[in-house]
């Protein structure tokens, strides 16, 4: 398996740089198969934000991303519930973050939005101020 880079991911989604799109398509192309690892992806969406992306946006390009038949990125679904949860107003590291801890009795935090958030979509674990 070949790991990409958050630049190789900007290139496809944003297409901002026509050589090094069609250098991407041409590599994904490939019957080579390919990950990334979720601080990739995280970082992709901070990239794809400061592009002035919406969430519904980035939410759109990382499922397009996802659904491609030789892209197997790591936590995958805990990537897609985060992705969910960001569309619907949570940061989506926070999302990310929480997404990852399922295993977990709850979260504690000091960020009151981010608790806020979680309850009002209820996501668990539970998100709790200390």
Known sequence: MIALDTNLLARLLLQDDAAQHAKVVQLLSSDAVFTAPTTVLLELVWVLEAHDCTPQEIE?????????????????????????????????????????????DEMKTFDKKFARKAAALRLSPAVNMV
Do not use: C, I
């Not at 990382?62 to 892209?71: C, D």
């Not at 936590?75 to 399922?102: E, I, P, T, W």
């Open 60 to 104: 759109a390009g990382l499922t397009l991303l996802f659904g491609l038949q030789n892209f197997r990125p790591a936590n995958v679904q805990s990537l897609r519930a985060a992705l969910s949860a960001y569309s619907k107003g949570m940061d989506f590291a926070d999302a990310l973050h929480l997404n990852m801890s399922k295993a977990e």
